[in-house]
DNA sequence: ATGGTAGTAATACTA
């Protein structure tokens, strides 16, 4: 018997506005690895000391100016780490968009994704939003489904009736669309299991709630941050929830919270 | 009720 792996994924909105948050869910989740996304700093600006000081000396960051950014935090070694995708884009373009890093954990593969929102069906941005799915499977690819994977973030997409506040106003609009859930769905075809879902089949759960119209106090979420585990991390997953407080926090909280699983 | 609020950075742009 050994104390499981946390590895938690949080979409904090400006790491630098959420840093006092961050180091408060820190210490009260414990996690070995928090996957960070829309981080919003430029790499020179990562607060690297600090965190490090609060026990999470092994980051991987991936960052830019204004929009987007990833990160991983560690308490255990990151090996192998990758910056964005390795296989080639379908068009030859680069993508300047820092979305995805990855690394290796304790044996487990982790990839860190802030998938892109897509602003509305039609939209180009939707367009790329399919495109980047599509590219994540291409990636998942090159790995075995049984190897020890792990793929956490902003995923963007609600998958079922249960993700959506109501399932009937929200359908075929962004995150609910049913284009983006089949190509959500053709990434973990590749092998890969909704935790949550897997050990809350019927719980009703958010994790995202839009600062507008009064998402929030009238709780019109949507999950939308996920934990996908490969089948031998199923097996070895004992917990898997959402951080709901910290959508309360002051000063102003993320829009996001925390989603985590436990292995053993 | 295609509005609303938040972050970044400088009047929009993205979410």
């Not at 929200?170 to 089949?182: F, Q």
């Not at 507008?212 to 009238?218: E, K």
């Not at 959402?242 to 985590?260: C, L, V």
């Amino acid at each position: 018997m050994t104390t499981p792996l946390r590895i938690a994924s949080w979409n904090v909105n400006s790491l630098r506005v959420r840093f006092e948050h961050v180091l408060r869910y820190l210490e009260q989740a414990q996690p070995d690895v928090l996957c960070l996304q829309e981080t919003k700093v430029e790499d020179h600006k990562f607060p690297a000391e600090a965190l490090a000081a609060a026990g999470y000396p092994h980051q991987l960051i991936s960052g830019q100016k204004t929009y987007n950014g990833v990160a991983i935090l560690s308490k255990h070694p990151l090996v192998d780490p990758q910056l964005g995708f390795t296989v080639p884009h379908p068009a030859g373009l680069d993508d300047e968009q820092r979305r995805m890093v990855a690394a290796t954990v304790s044996g487990v593969r982790v990839f860190c994704c802030y998938v892109p929102m897509g602003t509305a069906p039609g939209h180009a941005k939707f367009t790329y939003k399919l495109q980047w799915l599509a590219r994540l499977r291409g990636e998942l690819n090159q790995l075995a489904a049984t190897e020890p994977v792990l793929v956490c973030g902003d995923l963007n997409v609600a998958l079922g009736e249960l993700d959506t506040w109501d399932a009937v106003s929200t359908d075929g609009s962004i995150l609910c669309h049913p284009h983006e859930r089949m190509v959500l769905r053709k990434v973990m075809d590749w092998g890969l299991h909704d935790a949550f879902r897997a050990l809350h089949p019927d719980e009703r759960t958010y994790s995202w709630w839009d600062y507008r119209g009064g998402a929030y106090p009238r709780n019109r979420g949507f999950r939308i941050d996920y934990v996908l585990l490969s089948k031998p991390l199923l097996e070895r997953c004992v917990a898997s929830r959402t951080w709901a407080d910290t959508r309360a926090w002051e000063p102003t909280a993320s829009d996001h919270i925390p989603a985590s699983v436990d292995l053993s």
